[in-house]
């Protein structure tokens, strides 16, 4: 579509390039959609007359703001909008930041080009005359400069969701927020969880998308923002001083997002051998880094000294229900919530493996069954808790030698805090080995028997019992001591009145 920028001069001849598309251009970027404003009488018009030249789909997105979306086959996308006001000066104005708030005549010379990765099309505007681009506020200097700056004082007020939005326009462009905006953003931060659940949703995903999340959040605590968001992250502040330090436990869960991070951008050193099949597992990385800010959520709630010591006694499974309300606030998809919720639920049980010297075939099928779909995101997660315990700087060495077998719990001990972070690492790269070598085996073994058997052999009626029976099979299938069907029916024979029982 070489000729797309002559096919929206014909369209759109009234219309201004707005919005992100044009401060990417300025930038030399590729932009993800175009986005066009004019006077509220010429949107429909105009959308459904570059919807025929394209020959695309138009349709009205919100009726109020005057907004028409034209949608391509192709993945391209173009956002038509009306002025707010009754021209384009009156329009910038109201928009968020400065880099934001420019404009670009569609009839003044412009070139488009697109390129396509997978679905997606991305848009670049090049060629344009510098001198025809309305600049209000002085956005072509902050975009040289490399700052994000309110376009003016009310801006948060008036839409609450720009709080988010100036961390996640500084984290994608790798901007930094200007010092009285970013005081601005102290003074509202309060409003932050004001915006419907869904919008909030999607700045927090493309923050948690970006590859420096954890700094990220770090400035959104400075600012009141993530608090205001997460008010039970506040309370990990001052909860567990004595044991991780200044900032307790929310000092932990920082380093939990940070060492994610760096987990999902290294698995081939962490996992040299599992790497490629995990990366099945780590495509939507923002599910990751929310599991990780919110795994502790419950700690402040649960904790209790006993006997001189601060335990946390059921936090995992509070925090899953803790965690829920506040997805489901932020309208996550039920399966995301379910799959964070797991995570977050069952973040203990590798550790209580580890405690075992010996872990069975029998434990690690309960282990997978139990966590189904969660099971490799939660050991993900897991990596990220243990390696928060140790020196940033330890952890490469660590990643070398966690690849050898499970060391013996003596050995862990002798080595202190390290040792034991490097014993439960040894058994995370156990467990991938078990699950991604003998997947069938600890996930879907093939059934020897069904029920009609066991009810045959053991002249017994349908009901719960029947399952159960046959999952006592399954698990001395697991460990090998049953292998074929009369295997199975000799075992039920031979433990009916303890099967039964």
């Not at 601005?184 to 995903?205: C, M, N, T, V």
């Not at 200044?246 to 996992?271: C, P």
């Not at 379910?338 to 590798?350: D, G, T």
């Amino acid at each position: 579509m070489s000729n797309l920028d002559k096919i929206i001069k014909e369209s759109v001849p009234d219309g201004y390039y707005v919005g992100g598309a044009l401060r990417d251009a300025l930038m030399r970027r590729y932009s993800g959609d175009i986005d066009l404003a004019m006077p509220r009488e010429k949107v429909k018009p105009c959308a459904l007359k570059l919807a025929s030249k394209l020959k695309a789909t138009a349709f009205e997105m919100d009726k109020e703001f005057g907004v028409w979306r034209v949608s391509a086959k192709n993945g391209l996308q173009i956002d038509l909008c009306a002025f707010v006001g009754q021209e384009i000066k009156t329009d910038l104005k109201r928009r968020d930041f400065t880099v934001n708030a420019l404009a670009y005549p569609v009839n003044s010379p412009i070139k488009i080009s697109l390129k396509k990765e997978g679905k997606k099309i991305f848009i670049k505007l090049s060629s344009l005359k510098k001198d025809g681009i309305i600049d209000l506020n002085g956005g072509i200097a902050d975009i040289k400069n490399k700052v994000v700056r309110a376009n003016g004082p009310k801006i948060f007020q008036e839409d609450p969701l720009r709080l988010l939005r100036a961390f996640r326009t500084a984290c994608e462009l790798n901007f930094k927020i200007e010092d009285k905006t970013f005081s601005l953003i102290k003074k509202y931060s309060a409003l932050a969880f004001k915006p419907a659940g869904e919008r909030i949703q999607e700045e927090l995903r493309r923050i948690f998308i970006a590859p420096n999340t954890a700094a990220v959040l770090r400035k959104m605590d400075e600012s009141g923002v993530l608090c205001s968001l997460i008010p039970e992250l506040a309370k990990q502040k001052s909860c567990a001083l004595c044991y991780y330090g200044d900032g307790g436990v929310f000092t932990h869960t920082m380093k939990v997002v940070e060492r994610i991070e760096f987990l999902l951008n290294n698995l081939k050193r962490a996992f040299p051998k599992y790497h490629t099949k995990l990366k099945a597992y780590a495509r939507d990385i923002s599910l990751y880094k929310m599991a990780a800010l919110l795994h502790d959520i419950a700690k402040p709630a649960t904790a209790k000294e006993i006997n001189g010591r601060l335990r946390f006694f059921h936090h995992e499974e509070r925090g899953s229900e803790m965690a829920e309300k506040l997805l489901k606030k932020l309208k996550f998809s039920s399966d995301n919530q379910k799959l964070i919720c797991k995570m977050i639920y069952y973040h203990l049980r590798p550790s209580n493996l580890a405690s075992n010297e010996i872990v069975t075939d029998k434990g690690i099928y309960k282990f997978f069954k139990e966590l189904g779909q969660a099971g490799i995101p939660m050991l993900l997660l897991c990596w990220a808790d243990y390696t928060s315990y140790v020196n940033p700087r330890q952890i490469p060495t660590l990643m070398k030698k966690s690849v050898l077998p499970v060391m013996t719990m003596e050995e862990a001990k002798k080595k202190e805090n390290v040792g034991k972070t490097l014993r439960h690492m040894q058994m995370l790269n156990f467990l991938f080995g078990k699950y991604f070598n003998e997947e069938k085996r600890f996930t879907a073994p093939v059934r020897l028997i069904d029920g009609r058997d066991i009810m045959k052999t053991l002249k017994i009626a349908p009901g719960p019992k029947v399952g159960e029976i046959m999952e006592q099979v399954i698990l001395e299938q697991v460990e090998g001591k049953i292998k074929t069907k009369e295997d199975a029916l000799r075992f039920i024979l031979e433990n009916k009145s303890r099967l039964l029982g």
